[in-house]
């Protein structure tokens, strides 16, 4: 079957550091624009970062820029977010998601379930 599915996640405390893992199978990412999203109770979803195909080109959200670092290994078929410098805000649940057309608006292809990031002291 066709999945994305995301590892990494776990408690860490304030100041410290995850890495996240988008591994995909039943297709290969060397061809999808990855994203990396998160979603915390009672706040809208938010684009963290942006890989292209070549990892040429990346975009990361203001609140995260220069703490994070996203990067991809398409012989791994997979994506890595770096998250340094933890903070509280940064608690959510962060998923990966997958997207052919480099049209502006176009939806996501494929969807990871989500891994769960707490920074808490």
């Known amino acids: 079957q066709v999945q994305l599915v995301e590892s990494g996640g776990g408690l860490v405390q304030p100041g410290g550091s995850l890495r996240l893992s988008c591994a995909a199978s039943?297709?290969?990412?060397?061809?999808?624009?990855i994203h990396w999203y998160r979603q915390a109770p009672g706040k809208e979803r938010e684009l963290v970062a942006r890989?292209?195909?070549?990892?040429?080109?990346?975009y990361y959200a203001s609140s995260v820029k220069g703490r994070f670092t996203i990067s991809r290994d398409n012989a791994r078929n997979t994506v890595y977010l770096q998250m340094n410098s933890l903070k509280p805000e940064d608690t959510a649940v962060y998923l990966c998601?997958?997207?052919?057309?480099?049209?502006?608006?176009?939806?996501?292809?494929?969807w990871g379930q989500g891994t769960q990031v707490t920074v808490s002291s």
């Open positions: 998601a997958a997207r052919r057309s480099i049209t502006p608006g176009a939806p996501i292809d494929y």
């Open positions: 039943g297709f290969s990412l060397s061809i999808y624009t």
């Open positions: 890989i292209s195909t070549s990892g040429v080109s990346v």
